[in-house]
């Protein structure tokens, strides 16, 4: 847990995001079209989409991000940003913090080139036209010129400048807490203790004695019903990520996926920890297969743009 409770949380986004401004000063600015703020929900829905940017940038990415160091860079970004502004500190100048520090945290072997690639990806670097399939001849995409490669390598030189100069107070924004707990070993114990709890299947539901042990694996094996790596991320981008035991959370997924809890599981949890994870378990089934609506679009354009008019505005002071 990296925040004690969902009020805690809540409690330091608005530290983070209001601060010490004054309220009728804020509004003022507002009401005059020079905002100096964003509020706590534009904020968090400017994070949120970042750190789905983040999960679906390492799944697409060239290399190998283990699923603990995804999971685990995911709650890095977002325990961040509960505790600082965007106003402050530049997204995607985090994200790859959280990035890096998730792969230093889980012992994962840090490929610079791997990362130059990211950065590449992400700041619009040209694609060469030798990479496009057969189905897009159509469309011509030419092949960067010296000046494009050298801006680009100018680019990425120094947003990795910057990651590695905000790496420190990177740290400090999530309290020096570089230990996640992650779910996936609990799911596999949830689904093993299910199994067990069943039982064998009888020898008469399968007649032939050597096909018994066969039989029994496929049963087993059907009674747990997968959990998927989109289940995952939706509870890694809950706010009780940041605040749950990560037990937990792994049973949230596991029942989010369609599994009952095991019953030697279910005498342990308490009425309060079956209430606290419920919405989890909402959240985590609404994801699934879920898109962002042309509304959310419009919505998140909007609070970037005002952003931009925050950032304007603090520096003409």
Not at 224 to 248: F, G, I, N, Y
Not at 249 to 274: D, M, Q, T, Y
Request: glycine share 4%.
């Amino acid at each position: 847990m990296m925040f004690p409770s969902p009020a805690a949380l809540e409690a330091s986004r608005e530290k983070a995001v209001l601060g010490g401004e004054d309220e009728q000063l804020h509004r003022y600015q507002e009401d005059s079209g020079r905002p100096s703020r964003l509020s706590v929900a534009e904020e968090t829905v400017v994070t949120d989409h970042q750190a789905r940017q983040l999960y679906h940038m390492v799944q697409k990415a060239e290399g190998v991000i283990a699923p603990g160091a995804w999971y685990t860079s995911v709650l890095f970004f977002r325990a961040f940003y509960a505790r600082r502004s965007i106003l402050e500190h530049n997204p995607e100048t985090s994200l790859f913090c959280a990035l890096l520090l998730a792969l230093k945290a889980e012992e994962q072997a840090l490929d610079v080139s791997f990362f130059a690639n990211l950065l590449g990806k992400i700041l619009g670097a040209p694609t060469p036209a030798s990479s496009s399939s057969a189905s897009d001849a159509s469309v011509t995409v030419p092949h960067p010129g010296p000046e494009d490669r050298a801006a680009t390598k100018r680019k990425i030189e120094k947003r990795w400048a910057d990651v590695l100069r905000s790496e420190l107070d990177f740290i400090e924004g999530i309290d020096f807490q570089l230990v996640v707990e992650k779910p996936f070993a609990i799911l596999e114990l949830l689904a093993e203790t299910l199994v067990a709890e069943q039982g064998p299947p009888s020898s008469e539901a399968f007649g032939e004695e050597k096909n018994h042990y066969i039989h029994q694996e496929v049963d087993a094996v059907s009674l747990v019903k997968p959990w998927t790596s989109e289940q995952v991320r939706a509870a890694a981008m809950s706010d009780e990520a940041l605040c749950l035991p990560v037990r937990l959370i792994a049973i949230a997924i596991f029942v989010a996926a369609g599994n009952r809890v095991p019953a030697s599981v279910k005498r342990s949890l308490s009425a309060e920890e079956v209430q606290l994870m419920k919405p989890l378990i909402l959240k985590v089934r609404a994801a699934e297969g879920a898109t962002t609506s042309a509304e959310q679009a419009a919505q998140l354009g909007t609070i970037l743009n005002k952003r931009k008019q925050c950032l304007k505005q603090r520096k003409a002071k």
